[in-house]
């Protein structure tokens, strides 16, 4: 048996995405997502903004790779926030990363800078993801939201 119908339009997800679209557009979510991006952008340029000693420097490349990352990730939720909530975990996880990676990454030539960079930035993509966390929690916990049944 086949329906014609598109799984798009059905009441339960379209509901989903309009509690979605509501998150998104929360001005505390907006605000959360933003300074996530200027965070994760922060990050990737660090190497250049404090002067690393060396921009080839393990602690350089982790920057850049990891505040690209943030950004994506920033970009994501403020884009499609229905779609990219499950993953929002990770921003924190990256948080934590920047603030441990100049005693953890080996050849990274650490110096005061870098590492008061390091756990200032760190520490901001820790809160500003643990808020864009809890955006999509309320969410899921709202009354008539999107709480597994139990059986």
């Known amino acids: 048996m086949t329906h014609g119908a598109d799984i798009g339009t059905h ?10 679209e509501a998150a998104a557009a929360n001005p505390a979510a907006q605000l959360a997502d933003g300074l996530t991006l200027l965070s994760g952008l ?31 990730l920033a970009m994501g939720y403020s884009s499609a926030f229905g779609r990219t909530y499950g993953i ?17 990454i080996r050849g990274g ?30 969410e899921r916990e709202r009354p008539g939201g999107f709480r597994t049944p139990a059986h």
């Not at 929002?88 to 953890?104: D, N």
């Not at 650490?110 to 309320?138: D, E, K």
């Open 11 to 20: 009441p339960d997800i379209m509901q989903m995405r309009a509690r979605y």
């Open 109 to 138: 030539m650490a110096t005061t800078s870098t590492i008061i960079s390091n756990v200032v930035v760190g520490a901001l993509i820790l809160l500003f993801g643990l808020a864009t966390m809890r955006f999509g929690m309320m």
């Open 88 to 104: 929002s975990w990770v921003a924190p996880l990256l948080g934590i990363w920047t603030i441990i990676a100049p005693w953890v």
């Open 42 to 72: 922060y990050l990737a340029l660090s190497p250049w903004i404090i002067g690393f000693s060396g921009t080839r420097t393990p602690l350089a490349v982790n920057n850049l790779v990891t505040g690209l990352a943030v950004a994506l």
